[in-house]
């Protein structure tokens, strides 16, 4: 009942358009533009990802406002936002955007058996950490069916699952949109560096675990505020009742890795993640499961919609692997 009521709307707007104008020219790919300059929040950013000139891209969009007759973004200091009226446009455009790839995807379905296409979004460490394990064998399982592959932050692979830029979505907890379904396919715990000259050795206990209380003095260095790794070690010493001490924020977790190598601060970081490098030259300790948090892998797809066949192999297959690694 929902995708026709969603229908009906979309064609009402086009009519309602088509009767106030005398001739609307908006294509798929006008869509799309929109769509991502509104994910990319700036003209030049969508532009390297569309892989078009940021002049172009510019005049696509002075296009579409003058056939639609609105504006759709206005300038800011971070960049561009939707109007009031682009709000309504673009909330029309990711309806038809979405109706349109399902419609190619039964299309698709409809053709081949065990063949086809599916976007998958990942992070950086997924390069590292996840696809190794689970893309050489499903290529060798089903060659026919073709794996592109879209990085990306979380959040920007999240909101690629709603404008269904990608099929399927391998990202770090906490999961934002409550438009999207997930399940977990590794588990990963957070561990704590500390500093060797820092007085960890007093909040030790049981060999290899560490009491929070140790943070209250402590500075740490940590990822930047929007990152999930982020979230998540806040999220921990909230459980602990600590106000941190950040000494500086990184943009990755590599980098948190080698500033705990040459003893730049204590940090808190994926155990499954660290570098053999830090494993030889440093400690490192647990944290009581009542504190801690999963940084996991967990496998994402949009709720409500269509799935093709290809998809629907890929995440069988997710499953029969889930926490083998």
Same mark, same amino acid.
């Given at each position: 009942?929902?995708?026709?009521?969603?229908?009906?709307?979309?064609?009402?707007?086009?009519?309602?358009?088509?009767?106030?104008?005398?001739?609307?020219?908006?294509?798929?790919?006008?869509?799309?533009?929109?769509?991502?300059?509104?994910?990319?929040?700036?003209?030049?950013?969508?532009?390297?990802?569309?892989?078009?000139?940021?002049?172009?891209?510019?005049?696509?969009?002075?296009?579409?406002?003058?056939?639609?007759?609105?504006?759709?973004? &206005?300038?800011?200091?971070?960049?561009?936002?939707?109007? @009031? +009226?682009?709000? !309504?446009? $673009? %909330? /029309?455009? =990711? *309806?038809?955007?979405?109706?349109?790839?399902?419609?190619?995807?039964?299309?698709?379905?409809?053709?081949?058996?065990?063949?086809?296409?599916?976007?998958?979004?990942?992070?950086?460490?997924?390069?590292?950490?996840?696809?190794?394990?689970?893309?050489?064998?499903?290529?060798?399982?089903?060659?026919?069916?073709?794996?592109?592959?879209?990085?990306?932050?979380?959040?920007?692979?999240?909101?690629?699952?709603?404008?269904?830029?990608?099929?399927?979505?391998?990202?770090?907890?906490?999961?934002?949109?409550?438009?999207?379904?997930?399940?977990?396919?590794?588990?990963?715990?957070?561990?704590?560096?500390?500093? &060797?000259?820092?007085?960890?050795?007093?909040?030790?206990? @049981? +060999?290899?675990? !560490?009491? $929070? %209380? /140790?943070? =209250? *003095?402590?500075?740490?260095?940590?990822?930047?505020?929007?990152?999930?790794?982020?979230?998540?070690?806040?999220?921990?010493?909230?459980?602990?009742?600590?106000?941190?001490?950040?000494?500086?924020?990184?943009?990755?977790?590599?980098?948190?890795?080698?500033?705990?190598?040459?003893?730049?601060?204590?940090?808190?970081?994926?155990?499954?993640?660290?570098?053999?490098?830090?494993?030889?030259?440093?400690?490192?300790?647990?944290?009581?499961?009542?504190?801690?948090?999963?940084?996991?892998?967990?496998?994402?797809?949009?709720?409500?919609?269509?799935?093709?066949?290809?998809?629907?192999?890929?995440?069988?297959?997710?499953?029969?692997?889930?926490?083998?690694?």
């Amino acid at each position: 009942m929902g995708d026709i009521n969603n229908i009906y709307f979309i064609m009402y707007v086009i009519l309602d358009k088509m009767l106030s104008m005398e001739e609307v020219k908006v294509n798929f790919q006008d869509i799309y533009y929109a769509i991502t300059v509104d994910r990319e929040k700036s003209i030049t950013k969508a532009s390297n990802v569309l892989y078009v000139s940021q002049p172009s891209l510019s005049q696509c969009i002075q296009k579409l406002e003058k056939e639609l007759n609105i504006t759709i973004f &206005k300038r800011t200091s971070k960049g561009v936002e939707p109007t @009031d +009226e682009g709000e !309504i446009f $673009l %909330d /029309f455009a =990711k *309806k038809v955007y979405t109706l349109q790839k399902d419609f190619e995807t039964k299309l698709c379905d409809k053709s081949k058996v065990n063949s086809g296409k599916v976007v998958v979004g990942f992070t950086g460490t997924q390069a590292t950490y996840v696809l190794p394990y689970f893309l050489p064998n499903f290529k060798k399982l089903y060659p026919n069916i073709n794996i592109v592959l879209e990085e990306a932050t979380s959040d920007n692979i999240e909101k690629m699952l709603e404008e269904k830029t990608v099929d399927i979505g391998i990202i770090h907890p906490p999961i934002l949109n409550n438009n999207l379904d997930f399940f977990e396919l590794s588990v990963d715990k957070m561990i704590v560096v500390p500093r &060797k000259e820092s007085n960890y050795l007093d909040f030790v206990y @049981d +060999e290899k675990y !560490i009491n $929070l %209380d /140790f943070f =209250k *003095k402590e500075e740490i260095c940590t990822t930047y505020p929007w990152q999930r790794s982020h979230m998540i070690t806040m999220k921990i010493l909230e459980n602990a009742n600590i106000n941190p001490l950040i000494k500086k924020t990184c943009r990755n977790l590599s980098t948190l890795d080698a500033l705990a190598q040459v003893e730049y601060s204590s940090v808190f970081l994926p155990e499954k993640q660290i570098s053999d490098n830090l494993k030889k030259e440093k400690e490192y300790f647990f944290i009581d499961e009542e504190l801690n948090e999963s940084f996991s892998f967990c496998v994402a797809t949009l709720k409500g919609s269509y799935i093709s066949n290809a998809t629907k192999i890929l995440l069988e297959y997710l499953k029969k692997i889930q926490y083998s690694f």
